[in-house]
């Protein structure tokens, strides 16, 4: 596609839902992150994917958070348990190599009542 | 460990002045630094980046950003601003071992007629 793309755009869970993120990115797009954009503050990492390893997850804020890219293209982040402070919008971005230019997506932002 | 500081949450500001976002960093080791931009409903887009070179790094739309190692800053300029130029502006880091961005709390700029 284009760029990259996520859905859904707004999601609004029950405390205690589980959630799941959908992150398409740039094709042929090698490395892949994840973020976390609390209201009113700048975005902070959750994990990074090189193809379909995860090199880095030290972002997570619990273990109620799961991120997975099992054929190194398509990415989907998991909450378990939604919890009202994981309400963020949540950021990915692709980029060609692992220290290229970052393409962000639009976001999807989680709403938990 | 880095970190980035954005002094200034809000920058009120007039058409066709010249306006100044700060932005301060810390790193035990040598950085990348960005600039970023997002207009409402619309993702993270590269502003500019210094990677290495020339301290003063410029952008398409007429903005620009030094690098200055002694103080640890990148601070963001544009001489005349336009309407369109109303966003929220996020300076970032990245070290040249790693591959996440660290960001800053940003800057929402706002220029009124």
């Known amino acids: 596609g284009a760029g990259v793309s996520q859905s859904p755009r707004y999601k609004v869970a029950k405390r205690g839902q589980d959630v799941a993120l959908r992150c398409d990115p740039i094709s042929g797009h090698v490395s892949l992150f994840w973020y976390q954009q609390a209201l009113g503050q700048g975005p902070e990492f959750l994990t990074y994917f090189q193809n379909e390893a995860q090199l880095d997850k030290s972002g997570l804020p619990s273990d109620r958070f799961f991120a997975e890219r099992p054929e190194g293209s398509v990415s989907t982040l998991k909450i378990q348990r939604t919890q009202q402070e994981d309400s963020a919008v949540y950021l990915c971005?692709?980029?060609?190599?692992?220290?290229?230019?970052?393409?962000f997506g639009q976001g999807t932002r989680l709403t938990v009542v | 460990a880095q970190s980035v500081t954005q002094l200034d949450s809000q920058v009120p500001v007039f058409e066709e002045a010249p306006v100044e976002l700060r932005c301060n960093y810390s790193s035990s080791v040598s950085v990348y630094l960005f600039w970023y931009v997002q207009y409402p409903n619309q993702g993270l887009q590269l502003l500019l980046k210094y990677l290495s070179g020339s301290t003063l790094v410029e952008s398409i739309n007429g903005f620009e950003a030094e690098f200055n190692k002694s103080q640890t800053s990148f601070h963001l300029r544009k001489p005349s601003v336009h309407i369109s130029d109303t966003a929220e502006y996020f300076c970032?880091?990245?070290?040249?071992?790693?591959?996440?961005?660290?960001f800053g709390g940003g800057t929402r700029l706002m220029v009124k007629p």
């Open positions: 970032a880091v990245r070290n040249n071992a790693g591959n996440m961005l660290t």
């Open positions: 971005a692709s980029s060609s190599r692992a220290r290229g230019e970052a393409f």
